[in-house]
């Protein structure tokens, strides 16, 4: 027999409070679950509540763009191994598959207590548990000179989207034998290695294009990830060409000014024929907009990623301070593992396993010339932390080179997969 | 040419996997042989390993074994007793390598004795370009000789089938919890897509279980190369192993 709505609540009556949906109102024939952000941490989040609770919880998973493009990647195609629409995926196969709604609008607000959400459009969605995984906001200001309006001469091209192919064709009319002026972020920020790889990519699309160019990194950090990896890699492949300055050098970012296309420093000032400009970063504003940010990250529990402030919110990927994790799209998806099998666990009563993360980044220097840095992960009392991590080595044989880069290939087949199905 | 014989019909007998052997069978023969014929040990061993050796020259023009070993035409021969077929970390192997290995094909004396019998009547679809070794004492003496060399490539060391299977013994031996397996799997499926598919990054799904533990083992106590694979095992007790093992089993290709 297949019961309706009346025959539930004759049937059930005072022995409602035994159910093992706690938070399940009689009102609702299924728990909801909310995901606003459909990139490396929203879409796996959704699709793994949906495709594990075989129809027990209603996923809506609320997503701005009708097609993602992966800033991991968009460096690919900055050096021409990759062409742009094969870094775009779209959502029908977690609706089809996986029954999950996908909504595409804006998310404007959040009203933690009525577990509300407030969309662009003018609708609004309930929900019994949030998902937010939103990624990044630039703090534009974190650079003198640098603003919102200054993105389309000096792309920062952090977010994937056109400006990955503004900067593209930026660099490729470049004048002969000309300046390429990269400035990366400050930390923490989404993906330690990807301006390095950025620099290598530029860099080889310059050899092949423009030989006698020069590239000119003003970095405000005194090191970076997988620095002697990348060193190493640019004097083998691109010598004289990238020269790469730490504030003890330049002294200071003092201003840039995108319609001279000036980089001062206390050094000197650079004149740049293209230029990169990636600012310092904070969570998505939804973060900020539903409370449960600290600053400019939010903190979540390591157990569960569930927001430190509020138990029915979880942060996912960048937007989150995962402590000894990268903000890496890897990270996203392998926290958003963790944060399913904890949701789906409250609202269905399945079994819930202990934390485990994991995180890879592989980046590419030169043609057949990978190299990655990867760690596993548990949850400490307060923070997660690291397990066991490894990384390439400097003068590393070809074979193996040329391998991991085979390898990265095969994981973005791997994780893009494994995020939209 | 007698005594060799007599050795190599041993070596024919199925390896049993009952523990750890202090040296390598093949080893322990030739001392034998070497007190039977009243000869000084490493006189015969010498020439023993040159009649093996010689016989690889067949195989040299493709494959090297030894320390430092490398890919070349075909994938590096050290560690092979134990090792599931098509997982030698950087080589690209036919689809018919790689799947007899997803099927459970592992090199031992046994398997390794029947391939280069007759190879592409063994494992078809192979491209290895070797029509087969006919006399059966050869083979043998060839198979012995091969199988000695450890994983970073010492000759006549004890077999590593024999420690990868002592060290995943624990964990084969567990019921795997599959519900448990699924959730850990999420770490493996950034990477290795589920359907089986392979795009850089080899199939896991459907693998025997056994096989499945033992390469897991293998990169645990890194003698496969991988240190993506090597510090994902390096937390997996016998109870993940085998709950992985027991979920990836479970999977079909699509
Ligand atoms: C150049 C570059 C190279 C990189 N390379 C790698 C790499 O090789 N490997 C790797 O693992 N990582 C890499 N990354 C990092 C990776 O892209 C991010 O860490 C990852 O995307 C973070 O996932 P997320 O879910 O937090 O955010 P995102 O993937 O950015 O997803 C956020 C989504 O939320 C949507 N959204 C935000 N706010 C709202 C709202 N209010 N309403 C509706 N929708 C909203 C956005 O449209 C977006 O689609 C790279 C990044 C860059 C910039």
């Known amino acids: ?421 | 040419m007698e005594k060799v014989r007599a050795r190599s019909t041993d070596q024919m007998r199925p390896l049993e996997k009952t523990g750890p052997r202090p040296i390598h069978k093949f080893l322990s023969f030739l001392v034998f042989l070497a007190g039977g014929i009243g000869l000084p040990a490493p006189m015969v061993l010498a020439e023993d390993a040159a009649g093996a050796h010689d016989l690889f020259k067949k195989c040299a023009v493709c494959h090297e074994i030894g320390t430092n070993a490398r890919n070349k035409v075909g994938p590096h021969l050290n560690g092979l007793d134990g090792r599931t077929a098509g997982t030698v970390d950087r080589y690209k192997y036919s689809r018919a390598v790689k799947k007899a290995g997803g099927g459970g094909l592992r090199w031992n004396a046994e398997t390794l004795t029947e391939y280069l019998r007759k190879p592409r009547a063994f494992l078809k679809g192979t491209r290895m370009s070797f029509a087969g070794m006919k006399d059966p004492d050869q083979l043998a003496e060839l198979v012995a000789w091969l199988i000695g060399f450890s994983a970073d490539g010492k000759a006549g060391s004890m077999a590593n089938s024999d420690k990868t299977e002592l060290l995943g013994a624990s964990a084969s031996a567990l019921e795997g919890d599959p519900e448990y397996g699924e959730y850990i799997a999420g770490e493996c499926v950034t990477c290795h897509q589920i359907s089986g598919k392979e795009d850089g990054i080899p199939s896991i799904t459907g693998w025997p279980k056994e096989n499945f533990i033992h390469a897991l083992v293998e990169y645990k106590n890194k003698l496969r190369a991988n240190p993506v694979m090597q510090t994902v095992t390096s937390r997996l007790g016998d109870e993940e192993m085998a709950a992985l093992a027991a979920y990836f089993a479970t999977l079909k290709h699509k």
């Open chain 1, 1 to 421: 027999m297949k019961l309706n709505r009346r025959h539930f609540l004759s049937a059930t009556g005072a022995g409602v409070a035994t159910l093992a949906m706690p938070s399940l109102g009689l009102g609702q024939a299924k728990p909801k679950v909310v995901v606003i952000g459909g990139g490396a941490g929203g879409a796996t989040a959704a699709r793994y509540i949906a495709k594990d609770s075989k129809g027990k919880i209603a996923v809506t998973l609320i997503e701005a763009s009708k097609r993602y493009y992966t800033c991991f990647f968009s460096n690919l195609y900055l050096g021409g191994f990759r062409d742009y629409a094969s870094i775009g995926h779209g959502y029908d196969t977690l609706a089809a598959d996986h029954g999950v709604n996908v909504v595409h609008d804006w998310a404007t607000g959040i009203d933690a207590g009525a577990k509300k959400i407030m969309l662009a459009s003018g609708a609004s969605v309930s929900y019994d548990r949030l998902v937010l995984s939103p990624g990044i906001d630039m703090k534009y200001d974190s650079v003198p000179g640098y603003s919102a309006e200054a993105q389309g001469r000096m792309p920062h091209a952090w977010k994937s989207g056109t400006q990955v192919q503004q900067l593209r064709s930026q660099v490729e009319n470049m004048r002969e034998g000309g300046t390429f002026v990269m400035v990366p972020p400050p930390n923490p920020f989404r993906c330690p290695p990807g301006p390095y790889e950025r620099i290598s990519m530029i860099a080889h699309i310059l050899k092949q294009k423009n030989p006698s160019a020069k590239i000119i990194v003003v970095d405000p950090k005194p090191k970076f990830s997988k620095q002697a990896l990348f060193q190493e890699g640019w004097e083998a492949h691109y010598p004289d060409m990238i020269e790469w300055l730490g504030p003890d050098i330049h002294g200071g970012i003092k201003n840039v000014n995108p319609d001279t296309m000036e980089i001062e420093t206390d050094l000197e000032t650079f004149k740049a024929d293209a230029a990169s400009v990636v600012p310092a970063q904070k969570a998505g504003s939804i973060a900020m907009a539903a409370g449960v940010t600290d600053g400019d990250w939010a903190p979540i529990v390591p157990a569960s990623m569930q927001a430190k402030g509020d138990p029915n919110i979880y942060v996912l990927g960048d937007a989150s301070i995962a402590a000894a994790m990268p903000k890496s799209g890897f990270s996203a998806n392998s926290q958003a593992k963790v944060a399913a099998n904890a949701i789906r666990g409250e609202l269905t009563g399945s079994k819930v396993f202990p934390a485990r993360f994991s995180n890879t980044c592989w980046s590419l220097i030169a043609t057949d010339d990978g190299v990655k840095v990867g760690a596993n992960y548990g949850a400490g009392s307060e923070k997660i932390e690291v397990v066991d991590k490894f990384i390439s080595k400097t003068g590393e044989d070809e074979a193996v080179r040329k391998a991991t880069y085979e390898e990265s290939e095969g994981w973005y087949k791997g994780i893009t997969t494994d995020m939209f199905g």
